[in-house]
């Protein structure tokens, strides 16, 4: 008998992070025989260390730039009804493809499934300074695939993901693609999964800040999109923010009055700080140090990621900050 729901995971030199992943599938609540596992991979090389045993886990090998690809080739292999997406990063709480599964019996065929998404609680006392990591906490339109169900039927109807879109934004335009022909998105609050906290140097931080821009492309696609940025231009508050800072700069520059730089940078650092956590040593020499280090390292990161979202707001000629 087929299983009712397919976990499709694109991976990509993480298999320290898909083991994980795969421990959190093997831990489910959902009984087994009601669920498979497709792990979409670049290459054919054997996974290292033993799968978990008793978890119906079928390997892939699909060599694309991109994991657009490779959720593909897993929802067209998927023997579900429904197919639900995460990464190789992320920890699927036990109970996760159980709420999925009842949410998805409880609304049929026309509905995307959409999870709480929050930082390992293993992990969480990395999340400060640069390390990234990902939160959904209600309803989230940019569709991210680290928590994402949908009908096997409906991904078929909408021919998959864009593969144009490899490496940003497929998820987005799917979910989109969704609403447009009358698909609902519905929060399961009780599908849990943890996502990884990375750590990064500057450096790295860097390198993602020069990839993860495709927003004006999305845009390009679905206008109705502009909503959901903040103050209808920005990816978020820390992008509005570091441009006010980069504008009280220019203003002093231009004035020679360093009190705008000043009160243009404030907002920027009071909302770095709100967001670090209180630890021991805090108000100390060195972790005032520490604090300056991250909001400079901040701040660098943040102004870089407005500066290639500019760039293709050019390109595309849709504003994305």
């Known amino acids: 008998m087929d299983p009712e729901v397919t976990v499709v995971v694109p ?14 599938l093997a831990a489910q609540t959902l009984d087994r025989s009601r669920f498979e596992v497709l792990v979409v991979r670049d290459d054919d090389a054997e996974l290292p260390g033993a799968m978990p045993e008793g978890l119906d886990v079928r390997v892939i090998t699909q060599p694309a730039p991109g994991p657009a690809m490779r959720r593909n080739r897993g929802w067209q292999e998927a023997r579900g009804s429904l197919v639900a997406f995460t990464d190789d990063d992320c920890r699927p709480a036990p109970g996760w493809l159980e709420a999925l599964l009842e949410a998805h019996l409880q609304t049929g065929p026309e509905t995307v499934l959409e999870g709480r998404t929050e930082p390992d609680p293993d992990e969480a006392h990395l999340f400060h300074g640069l390390a ?29 993901f864009d593969e144009e879109l490899a490496f940003w934004g497929e998820d987005t335009d799917l979910g989109l693609r969704a609403e447009a022909i009358g698909a609902q998105l519905v929060f399961v609050d009780e599908a849990v999964v943890w996502h990884a906290v990375h750590v990064r140097s500057l450096r790295a931080a860097l390198r993602d800040a020069t990839q993860r821009h495709a927003e004006a492309e999305v845009l390009a696609r679905h206008p109705s999109q502009r909503d959901e940025l903040y103050m209808g231009a920005f990816i978020g508050e820390e992008h509005a923010r570091i441009t006010l800072a980069a504008a009280g700069l220019v203003a002093a520059a231009i004035t020679r009055k360093p009190a705008l730089a000043a009160l243009g940078a404030y907002p920027y650092f009071i909302h770095k700080v709100a967001k670090r956590p209180l630890q021991a040593g805090f108000l100390s020499p060195i972790g005032l140090a520490r604090l300056g280090v991250d909001v400079a390292g901040g701040a660098i990161v943040d102004g870089t990621e407005v500066v290639m979202r500019a760039r293709t707001s050019l390109r595309k000629r849709k504003l994305v900050l």
């Open 11 to 24: 991976t990509y030199r993480r298999d320290t992070r898909l083991a994980f992943t795969l421990d959190g």
């Open 132 to 160: 990234r990591s990902m939160e959904v906490y209600g309803p989230n339109r940019w569709y991210p695939t680290c928590n994402l169900a949908m009908p096997r039927e409906l991904i078929e109807r909408l021919d998959g």
